[in-house]
């Protein structure tokens, strides 16, 4: 998975989205971890939130999203499990036009090298939402981690070869 480094290098702007019922920005670690990726990997952090384990508020804030034009991708932690509360996934596929079901099949390859079979309780998935990429995590740091520098990083990466998401990314909304 080689980066060319005669490409010039081209920021996503991407927005971070925590799903937590408990979490503030003072102990939100994942959604840390995550933007601080973000931004070390040289990518513009478009925003990042906070909300509660509610469909009707992921999609909201989601939608508002997908609707700037100042945000090309947005990558959520939490939510992804199988409890009641868990609801990341619905949000997300309601929001979706077309969904990519290698990222959770990846995701959840890299995660068992981690966690064992355990990784089976993740419903982590990735889509596009009329023109924007959207990234299910699960809300724990090693997953964040796993998600970020196994498949995202190098998928939002212009450079990656022999492909990458961004070089669809102005052909996404093609009819």
Not at 85 to 93: L, Q
Not at 123 to 133: D, K
Request: net charge negative; with cysteine; aromatic share 4%.
């Amino acid at each position: 998975m080689p980066i060319d480094e005669s490409r010039p290098f081209r920021p996503v702007r991407i927005a971070v989205l925590t799903i937590s019922d408990t979490r503030t920005l003072a102990d939100d670690r994942s959604g840390e971890t995550l933007a601080a990726r973000v931004e070390a990997a040289g990518h513009v952090l478009a925003d990042r939130r906070i909300v509660k384990d509610e469909t009707d508020t992921i999609i909201e804030t989601m939608a508002g999203w997908v609707d700037d034009p100042h945000v090309d991708c947005i990558i959520s932690t939490g939510g992804t499990g199988i409890t009641g509360r868990d609801v990341t996934p619905e949000a997300v596929e309601a929001l979706c036009d077309k969904l990519i079901p290698g990222f959770g099949e990846l995701f959840r390859m890299l995660s068992y090298q981690s966690i064992g079979t355990s990784t089976m309780q993740s419903r982590a998935l990735g889509g596009i939402a009329r023109g924007t990429f959207i990234f299910a995590l699960p809300g724990s740091t090693g997953a964040v981690k796993d998600g970020w520098d196994g498949i995202l990083s190098l998928q939002l990466d212009n450079r990656h070869t022999p492909c990458n998401l961004v070089e669809l990314m102005p052909r996404l909304t093609e009819r």
